[in-house]
């Protein structure tokens, strides 16, 4: 039995049987480029764990992936949460996007090894493209995983849903610190903040959640701001 299927499994995580072997695929050709590149720091025994179980517990415990949705992974590093959910989920329309060249290339190679054609990669910066037409507002989700903080993910992320889907923050326990500033950047790029959702799992330490933000309207244009300003000037809640 594989890896990442038994901690799947355990977990109840709802994946169709025949997904299991490009998982396993995908878990391998991560730690074997792994090798010449930086892609993870996680130790080979915690991937199935911390990567693949971590990326898909909302496929569980949230009614976000509905079929044929149409998702973009925003600063997906080597592939999480996007890429495993495109493994899992074949119904899904997965952009992934990433600035580094080098970790485009492992993307691409585990596209064309587990033979996803819903999948395409993307080297841009979420600045730059969330301002592009073919992009803007065109996402029923955009999604990110250990990126930055809500505030700045907002600006990166609500540019490329539409009015009606979500923003999805993947979150560590600093959750509850980064909601107050998190939620006034979601009101000015269009967006309303939800309660976060808690994920849970015996092979996962720590607490976990998803934090969806709903698109109410749209976001205005001056948003998202020039490459590095999301970070260097995020967003914040206005001083009382």
Same mark, same amino acid.
């Given at each position: 039995?594989?890896?990442?299927?038994?901690?799947?499994?355990?977990?109840?995580?709802?994946?169709?049987?025949?997904?299991?072997?490009?998982?396993?695929?995908?878990?391998?050709?991560?730690?074997?480029?792994?090798?010449?590149?930086?892609?993870?720091?996680?130790? #080979?025994?915690? !991937?199935?764990?911390?990567?693949f179980l971590d990326s898909l517990l909302p496929l569980r415990d949230t009614a976000f992936f509905v079929p044929g949705a149409r998702v973009i992974d925003v600063g997906t590093g080597a592939g999480f949460p996007g890429l495993a959910l495109a493994a899992a989920r074949p119904d899904l329309?997965?952009?992934?996007?990433?600035?580094?060249? $080098?970790?485009?290339?492992?993307?691409?190679? !585990? $596209?064309?090894?587990? $033979?996803?054609?819903?999948?395409?990669?993307?080297? =841009?910066? #979420?600045?730059?493209?969330?301002?592009?037409?073919?992009?803007?507002?065109?996402?029923?989700? #955009?999604?990110?995983?250990?990126?930055?903080?809500?505030?700045?993910? *907002?600006?990166?992320?609500?540019?490329?849903? *539409?009015?009606? *889907?979500?923003?999805?923050?993947? $979150?560590?326990?600093?959750?509850? =610190?980064?909601? #107050?500033?998190?939620?006034a950047a979601a009101e000015k790029l269009g967006g309303e903040m939800e309660k976060m959702i808690a994920l849970s799992a015996d092979a996962l330490e720590g607490k976990r959640y998803v934090v969806p933000i709903r698109k109410i309207e749209k976001t205005v244009p001056q948003y998202p701001r020039k490459n590095g300003t999301p970070a260097k000037r995020p967003l914040k809640a206005d001083k009382k």
């Open positions: 039995m594989g890896e990442v299927r038994d901690c799947l499994l355990r977990a109840g995580v709802p994946v169709e049987e025949s997904r299991f072997a490009l998982l396993e695929t995908y878990r391998d050709m991560l730690l074997d480029w792994n090798t010449r590149m930086d892609l993870t720091s996680v130790p #080979a025994p915690d !991937v199935a764990a911390r990567h329309r997965v952009t992934l996007l990433e600035a580094q060249g $080098k970790r485009c290339q492992f993307l691409n190679a !585990v $596209k064309e090894a587990l $033979k996803l054609d819903h999948v395409r990669v993307i080297q =841009e910066r #979420a600045e730059v493209l969330g301002q592009h037409p073919e992009h803007r507002e065109q996402y029923d989700l #955009a999604v990110a995983r250990a990126v930055a903080a809500l505030n700045v993910l *907002g600006e990166y992320l609500l540019p490329f849903v *539409g009015v009606g *889907g979500y923003a999805l923050c993947w $979150k560590g326990p600093a959750a509850a =610190e980064e909601m #107050a500033d998190g939620r």
